[in-house]
């Protein structure tokens, strides 16, 4: 990598990264294990709760369909099969809950349609439980240049407001230079008011390459963010929420984790913000956010986030520190192989979706 000449911008570059944490390799921590508690399910990309519905699993299937899983039972709840495409990076990406799931049944959707654009829509449940199977509004549709880096996650906010990751709009260095655009969604973490009239996306974030995963931390008004990186680098983003501030700038495709991009530069006047962990592709090949546990089963693992890769299954967690950083990497001794989803359950204990088709949860070490 070389260095650069950056383009004016209103952080404060020239200082450069503070030094990352390294993770911990003497020895792996032990602070859960990961037991496999389903199998047989089709690419799941999510498993989490339902606000309500406290004895159930949900899971999204990335062909198309919508899953629940209770008392051993599984229950299609809607079937996109035919209004998906499916690639590798393509299908049915994301799922959020309304916070008054329970009594308005709304639920929000992101998947690829047929042409491989991004779609995201809001479902009514009917008496039965089950989904509408059409959609009551459309509320995103975006074209996709490439068939990767479609992003995926999708999740309520502590400010109410419902958010989105999308990629950089895919091929490799983001040739389209949709990241450092601001006039473009692409390469953003966004966000809308869903009970509005006439909902508008607002850039909160830019300069993401592929947020396939991200997690609030409502306590401090932060949110986590596993960006996929290129050639080399994983990164974890930590960022404080500041809707009165311009969005803030991850720096991709300038950045590559905290190494130089050549040819890359930085537009807008965005605060540029330095990941808090990175690892390299020794480790792994595409980063998994997850979540900063708040369980009440596993105590000495109170308020670490966890992360994982994709490719090698690998787990790591690390303890958040003031002034928005962090210390304490380790590496887990837990895997779980095609890590694709790290949610949680009803009771906010740990559980894992695998591209395998296997579904884990965290245990108490032992």
Same mark, same amino acid.
């Given at each position: 990598? &070389?260095?650069?000449?950056?383009?004016?911008?209103?952080? #404060?570059?020239?200082?450069?990264?503070?030094?990352?944490?390294?993770?911990?390799?003497?020895?792996?921590?032990?602070?859960?294990?990961?037991?496999?508690?389903?199998?047989?399910?089709?690419?799941?990309?999510?498993?989490?709760?339902?606000?309500? $519905?406290?004895?159930?699993?949900? *899971?999204?299937?990335?062909?198309?369909?919508?899953?629940?899983?209770?008392?051993?039972?599984?229950?299609?709840?809607?079937?996109?099969?035919?209004? @998906?495409?499916?690639?590798?990076?393509?299908?049915?990406?994301?799922?959020? +809950?309304?916070?008054?799931?329970?009594?308005?049944? &709304?639920?929000?959707?992101?998947?690829?349609?047929?042409?491989?654009?991004?779609?995201?829509?809001?479902?009514?449940?009917?008496? $039965?439980?089950?989904?509408?199977?059409?959609?009551?509004?459309?509320?995103?549709? @975006?074209?996709?240049?490439?068939? /990767?880096? /479609?992003?995926?996650?999708?999740?309520?906010?502590?400010?109410?407001?419902?958010?989105?990751?999308?990629?950089?709009?895919?091929?490799? +260095?983001?040739?389209?230079?949709?990241?450092?655009?601001?006039?473009? &969604?692409?390469?953003?973490?966004?966000?809308?008011?869903?009970?509005?009239?006439?909902?508008?996306?607002?850039?909160?974030?830019?300069?993401?390459?592929?947020?396939? =995963?991200?997690? +609030?931390?409502?306590?401090?008004?932060?949110?986590?963010?596993?960006?996929?990186?290129? $050639?080399?680098?994983?990164?974890?983003?930590? *960022?404080?929420?500041?809707?009165?501030?311009?969005?803030?700038?991850?720096?991709?495709?300038?950045?590559?984790?905290?190494?130089? @991009?050549?040819?890359?530069?930085?537009?807008?006047?965005?605060?540029?913000?330095?990941?808090?962990?990175?690892?390299?592709?020794? #480790?792994?090949?595409?980063?998994?956010?997850?979540?900063?546990?708040?369980?009440?089963?596993?105590?000495?693992?109170?308020?670490?986030?966890?992360?994982? #890769?994709?490719?090698?299954?690998?787990?790591?967690?690390?303890?958040?520190?003031?002034?928005?950083?962090?210390? $304490? *990497?380790?590496?887990?001794?837990? =895997? @779980?192989?095609?890590?694709?989803?790290?949610?949680?359950?009803?009771?906010?204990?740990? *559980? +894992? %979706?695998?591209?395998?088709?296997?579904?884990?949860? %965290?245990?108490?070490?032992?």
């Amino acid at each position: 990598m &070389l260095a650069l000449g950056l383009a004016a911008c209103g952080s #404060d570059e020239a200082s450069g990264p503070t030094p990352l944490p390294a993770a911990t390799e003497s020895g792996k921590a032990h602070h859960f294990d990961a037991e496999r508690i389903v199998t047989g399910l089709n690419r799941p990309t999510f498993v989490g709760a339902a606000p309500g $519905d406290d004895r159930a699993l949900w *899971v999204l299937e990335q062909p198309g369909r919508v899953v629940r899983l209770s008392g051993g039972r599984e229950q299609t709840m809607l079937d996109l099969s035919d209004r @998906v495409r499916t690639g590798t990076e393509q299908g049915l990406l994301g799922i959020a +809950f309304h916070p008054d799931f329970a009594r308005n049944g &709304l639920v929000y959707l992101h998947w690829s349609d047929p042409a491989g654009d991004t779609r995201v829509a809001e479902f009514r449940s009917r008496k $039965d439980g089950r989904l509408a199977s059409e959609p009551e509004r459309i509320l995103l549709a @975006v074209d996709q240049p490439e068939e /990767n880096h /479609n992003g995926g996650q999708l999740a309520f906010g502590p400010d109410g407001r419902l958010y989105l990751g999308l990629g950089d709009g895919g091929g490799a +260095f983001d040739p389209h230079r949709m990241a450092q655009d601001k006039g473009q &969604l692409l390469g953003k973490l966004i966000s809308l008011d869903v009970e509005a009239r006439r909902p508008i996306w607002r850039i909160e974030l830019y300069g993401l390459r592929n947020p396939w =995963r991200f997690a +609030f931390d409502t306590a401090l008004g932060e949110v986590w963010i596993g960006d996929v990186g290129q $050639d080399e680098i994983e990164e974890v983003n930590r *960022v404080q929420l500041e809707p009165d501030e311009p969005p803030k700038n991850l720096g991709w495709s300038a950045y590559e984790g905290d190494d130089s @991009v050549d040819g890359g530069t930085l537009h807008g006047d965005g605060e540029l913000i330095w990941p808090v962990a990175t690892y390299t592709h020794d #480790d792994g090949c595409s980063i998994t956010g997850g979540v900063v546990y708040g369980g009440a089963l596993l105590p000495a693992f109170n308020r670490r986030y966890i992360y994982g #890769d994709f490719c090698s299954g690998t787990l790591w967690s690390l303890e958040g520190t003031p002034g928005g950083r962090a210390d $304490d *990497v380790r590496r887990e001794r837990a =895997r @779980v192989p095609g890590l694709t989803h790290i949610g949680v359950d009803a009771r906010g204990e740990l *559980v +894992f %979706a695998a591209g395998t088709g296997d579904l884990y949860r %965290a245990t108490p070490p032992g």
